[in-house]
């Protein structure tokens, strides 16, 4: 297994939430993490089908235009009474004509089509949140690292806090909803943790134990 070498990389993003989720995930390892906006990198199209193929495609493009090893993350919401929807198309389902995004929007959708499906109790309302995080080279060469989280889809939204869909979605075992939840109780794996809660977070922490000898 490729050593990652060096105290660099490359955060393959533009998202600021994801940026802010990586900083405070990465803080503890002691790297120079600069994001894909801060090297004036262009956001890649994003054409896979699958959450590996499109963190691969980000990874690699800012890895290839930098010269770094970089780690990116391609996530979603997988709700199963629509199939696994909206999956890989989850920033998708939140475009609005004008080329913008509105996850208020999105989460309306989301709950259009449950209701659709009949889904209104919460035994009908189960899905996952899944992330991918890829840590890519310059010469193409790349790793994975999964993280889900199961729960279910409330409504109304309940909170102001995380970003995208997380005021929407309860994670088994909680009453709160990741929009309700501090950065601190979503996403605050630091190493010694036993566990964490959030998707990206538990991808983050296979990432962490195979590449930066974290336990």
């Known amino acids: 297994m490729r050593k990652l070498e060096g105290r660099k990389i490359v955060v393959a993003s533009h998202n600021k939430g994801k940026l802010a989720e990586f900083a405070d995930l990465i803080a503890p390892f002691g790297f120079e993490a600069g994001s894909a906006a801060e090297y004036g990198l262009p956001e890649p199209e994003e054409t896979g089908t699958t959450f590996e193929e499109n963190a691969y495609i980000k990874a690699f493009a800012a890895a290839s235009a930098t010269g770094?090893?970089?780690?990116?993350?391609?996530?979603?919401?997988?709700?199963?009474?629509?199939d696994g929807a909206p999956g890989v198309y989850t920033a998708n389902w939140a475009e609005l004509p004008d080329g913008?995004?509105?996850f208020a929007h999105a989460m309306q959708l989301t709950e259009g089509k449950l209701r659709e499906k009949g889904?209104?109790?919460?035994?009908e309302?189960?899905?996952?949140?899944?992330?991918?995080?890829?840590?890519a080279?310059?010469?193409?060469?790349?790793?994975?690292?999964?993280?889900?989280?199961?729960?279910?889809?409330?409504?109304?939204p309940r909170g102001e806090r995380g970003f995208g869909y997380d005021p929407m979605f309860q994670p088994d075992?909680?009453?709160?909803?990741?929009g309700e939840m501090s950065a601190a109780e979503k996403h605050g794996w630091?190493?010694?943790d036993a566990t964490a809660l959030s998707?990206?977070?538990?991808a983050f922490q296979k990432f962490a134990r195979s590449k930066l000898g974290c336990e």
């Open 68 to 82: 770094l090893p970089a780690l990116s993350d391609d996530s979603g919401l997988m709700v199963d009474a629509l």
């Open 119 to 123: 889904a209104t109790g919460g035994k």
């Open 125 to 135: 309302r189960t899905g996952r949140f899944v992330s991918v995080i890829c840590l």
């Open 199 to 202: 998707h990206r977070a538990r």
């Open 100 to 102: 913008t995004r509105d």
């Open 173 to 178: 075992g909680f009453d709160a909803t990741f």
């Open 190 to 192: 630091k190493p010694g």
């Open 137 to 156: 080279w310059p010469d193409g060469e790349a790793e994975y690292f999964r993280g889900e989280v199961d729960g279910h889809l409330v409504w109304p």
